[in-house]
T-cell receptor, first 115, second 116 residues
Framework: EAAVTQSPRSKVAVTGGKVTLSCHQT?????MYWYRQDTGHGLRLIHY???????EKGDIPDGYKASRPSQENFSLILELASLSQTAVYFC??????????????FGSGTRLTVL | AQSVTQPDARVTVSEGASLQLRCKYS??????LFWYVQYPRQGLQLLLK??????VVQGVNGFEAEFSKSNSSFHLRKASVHWSDSAVYFC??????????????FGTGTLLSVKP
């Protein structure tokens, strides 16, 4: 079964500190995504990647960096965490071919609190 | 630009009652449409999706949705809800992003509460 695993499950960070959120998928999917969920906003796309060693900006990339060192792994990096980045972060993967094309498979999320 | 509107932030129904969750989309072309469900402390899971053809699509757990091009809608329905259906439901529309990749644009979600 397709699987996307995120770590940590939750994290408390200090303002100005560096935060790295990790995502690992065993779906053999080419595409991976980082979304942010805020109450009243649904999910918004931060960064995505369609191949290892390459990342693309989504709708709200400011304050975030992404890294895709391999097909399976995709990280989201907050170099200088701010209060406004308190949210739940979801990683997802997808493929553009086959019966599951266009479907996103999500991890369970990382709840980040910045103090 | 594509967008999705879910006008109801919260819906409460009694167990066994029928359900409709509303979704309106805005797109210059017929988009790919999705309904996802998020159970407490979990990620989103696909309920159903529409690409083309029969406007009524069946999903998991007895859910179905009907696409209406004239109304720009993709409402989710269930004939008889169960308490375990309590969750947040997201409508989403798909578009190609920057020439590659599949970007989903999500609505703000509808919290469904099922009363016993």
């Amino acid at each position: 079964e397709a699987a996307v695993t995120q770590s940590p499950r939750s994290k408390v960070a200090v303002t100005g500190g560096k935060v790295t959120l990790s995502c690992h998928q065993t779906n053999n999917h080419d595409y991976m995504y980082w979304y942010r969920q805020d109450t009243g906003h649904g999910l918004r796309l931060i960064h995505y990647s369609y191949v290892a060693d390459s990342t693309e900006k989504g709708d709200i990339p400011d304050g975030y960096k992404a890294s895709r060192p391999s097909q399976e792994n995709f990280s989201l990096i907050l170099e200088l965490a701010s209060l406004s980045q308190t949210a739940v972060y979801f990683c997802a993967s997808s493929d553009l071919g086959g019966p599951s094309a266009e479907t996103l498979y999500f991890g369970s999320g990382t709840r980040l609190t910045v103090l | 630009a594509q967008s999705v509107t879910q006008p109801d932030a919260r819906v409460t129904v009694s167990e066994g009652a029928s359900l409709q969750l509303r979704c309106k989309y805005s797109s210059s072309v017929t988009p790919y449409l999705f309904w996802y469900v998020q159970y407490p402390r979990q990620g989103l899971q696909l309920l159903l999706k529409y690409y083309s053809g029969d406007p009524v699509v069946q999903g998991v757990n007895g859910f179905e949705a009907e696409f209406s091009k004239s109304n720009s809608s993709f409402h989710l329905r269930k004939a008889s809800v169960h308490w375990s259906d309590s969750a947040v439901y997201f409508c989403a529309v798909s578009m190609r992003y920057g020439g590659s990749g599949n970007k989903l644009i999500f609505g703000t979600g509808t919290l469904l509460s099922v009363k016993p």
